[in-house]
């Protein structure tokens, strides 16, 4: 998923780096202090299943980088955030640093110069995860200068075999950079690869040699994220990847607040293609994103830009609805290794249940999300139980854009 965050203008090639790093600098708000632990949850009718404790399912939740030092990756508040998230009963971080290129066409992928992000702060984000006791699986994902006139990751193709060269070389430089940062810090894991649909299916020979290639860098599980919109089903060298990487931002229910069973009922169908496609390629899946906003019908149109929303009417009851009918459409299907919820971020944002970005942070949803993750009940009066958050301050945006029309045709 790609989202809110980056005001990005038109610059040509040579300014492009720049602009963007001007631009995410630009639209940061300072933002407070990561809130409490959450207390016990209170008994209801419904009691997520325990997983047993030795099972190797990954509890996570994609964590967003916020483009200030003191703030983003390796920093002291990010650390604060993920011990506020271990205690929420989150095992995974899924952490995303990013590539840009200026548009779909382009054959230049950036990834230096980030001042907020340099490679030892994410050497240190690595290690403090695992500090606490968590895993981390290295996610980086592509912006281009033109997502916001519609486009996205998705349709980034080639008009020549030439050209399509020197974009994987191009590529090829950047993934491998992040599979030997991976192998330093000690992540558990690496996705290849975020929703490149048309790459994907373009050059798949491409992409096996670059996956060996990732392999005598990187010594641990791989996997690839695949769009939603089919993308997860055509995908060709599933059999050289450790997981079937899925961002799942499938649309399940048209009503304003969707109830828990609606939206299990709705994954039904969904999750017998997935169970069909691991049968298939022998491979797990994994829900690299899965998300939902806390606004009126959110399971709608799941993939939708919050910046393109006119008048989004908050109804964070609706969000944890969705939260609860997808865990329990998915929980404990042997098929699936892990579920990562989009998305939280290095320094919250200080956001409540008015709020209507993708975070879970001090909402329902939350809640919901504790209470499976940590085996607990789930609370009776889910619209007054949001574990430990502390709300106020100023509602910011880290500089990878909250939810985009990644897949979103």
């Not at 994902?141 to 033109?146: I, K, Q, R, V």
């Amino acid at each position: 998923m790609i989202g809110s965050g980056i005001a990005l203008r038109p610059a040509l090639s040579r300014g492009f780096a720049a602009a963007l790093l001007v631009a995410a600098s630009a639209c940061l708000v300072e933002r407070p202090a990561a809130g409490a632990a959450p207390g016990a949850a209170a008994g209801s009718t419904h009691s997520p299943a325990r997983l047993p404790a030795a099972d190797d399912f990954q509890r996570g939740v994609s964590y967003a980088h916020v483009h200030r030092r003191d703030l983003g990756y390796g920093s002291a508040a990010s650390r604060a955030s993920l011990v506020r998230l271990r205690d929420l009963g989150v095992e995974w971080i899924s952490i995303t640093p990013f590539g840009y290129q200026e548009t779909v066409r382009s054959t230049q992928i950036i990834f230096r110069g980030d001042p907020s992000l340099r490679d030892s702060a994410l050497l240190r984000e690595l290690r403090a995860i695992r500090g606490l006791g968590m895993k981390s699986i290295l996610k980086p994902h592509l912006w281009g200068g033109d997502f916001y006139q519609g486009r996205w990751s998705g349709e980034i193709r080639m008009a020549s075999e030439a050209e399509w060269e020197t974009w994987f070389r191009s590529y090829e430089t950047f993934i491998l950079h992040f599979a030997a940062l991976a192998e330093r810090g000690g992540a558990d894991a690496l996705c290849v690869g975020s929703e490149l649909g048309a790459a994907t299916e373009s050059k798949p020979d491409r992409w096996r040699q670059l996956i060996a290639k990732v392999r005598s860098h990187y010594h641990g599980p791989i996997t690839y994220a695949a769009n939603w919109y089919g993308e997860f089903e055509r995908v060709p060298f599933w059999d050289v990847v450790d997981w079937i990487g899925v961002n799942a931002y499938f649309n399940l229910s048209r009503s304003l607040t969707p109830s828990a069973a609606e939206i299990e009922r709705a994954w039904a169908p969904i999750a017998s293609r997935m169970e069909s496609l691991s049968r298939r390629w022998r491979r797990p899946i994994v829900l690299t994103e899965v998300g939902f906003r806390s606004v009126d019908r959110p399971a709608a149109l799941t993939h939708g830009w919050p910046e393109f929303d006119q008048d989004p009417r908050p109804n964070p009851a609706a969000q944890a609805a969705c939260y609860e009918g997808t865990f329990r459409a998915l929980w404990g299907k042997p098929w699936l290794r892990g579920l990562y919820w989009w998305k939280y971020y290095s320094s919250p944002d200080g956001e409540g249940p008015e709020e209507v970005d993708f975070t879970p942070y001090g909402k329902p949803a939350e809640a919901v999300l504790s209470a499976y993750y940590r085996g607990e009940p789930l609370p009776r009066d889910l619209d007054k139980s949001a574990p430990g958050a502390e709300h106020g301050g100023q509602s910011g945006s880290s500089a990878r854009p909250s939810r985009s029309s990644s897949g979103e045709r």
